[in-house]
């Protein structure tokens, strides 16, 4: 059985930082790739950041230089650290591991239960 659980989120001014958290329960899986998603009110979900499997971090163009993705291989948890944030970046916040257990033919997406973030004066 896989649990992720989210903490972080929360109402914060534009130029305010907050660091979102993703602890997974997956024992018996292997974690091919990790990261965090975003979907604002009617809009699609988006890639915010993301490690691949080779460990690279992969941000969209918006987060550049704002936020920050990092890991703790063995608490099994990722951390998004989000800096100068900005009212565009109001979105309920998913983190999503993508797992299998022995053949990467059987891998699959694990979501979060989703945290707002919400940027606003």
């Known amino acids: 059985q896989v649990q992720l659980v989210e903490s972080g989120g929360g109402l914060v001014q534009p130029g305010g930082s907050l660091r979102l958290t993703c602890a997974a329960s997956?024992?018996?899986?292997?974690?091919?790739?990790m990261g965090w998603y975003c979907r604002a009110p009617e809009n699609r979900r988006e890639l915010v950041a993301t490690f691949s499997r080779g460990g690279v971090p992969t941000y969209a163009d918006s987060v550049k230089g704002r936020f920050t993705i990092s890991r703790d291989n063995a608490k099994n948890t990722i951390y998004l650290q989000m800096n100068s944030l900005k009212p565009e970046d109001t979105a309920v916040y998913y983190c999503?591991?993508?797992?299998?257990?022995?053949?990467?033919?059987?891998?699959?997406?694990?979501w979060g239960q989703g945290t707002q973030v919400t940027v606003s004066s």
């Open positions: 999503n591991f993508n797992l299998y257990r022995s053949s990467l033919y059987d891998r699959r997406d694990y």
């Open positions: 997956a024992t018996g899986f292997n974690i091919y790739t």
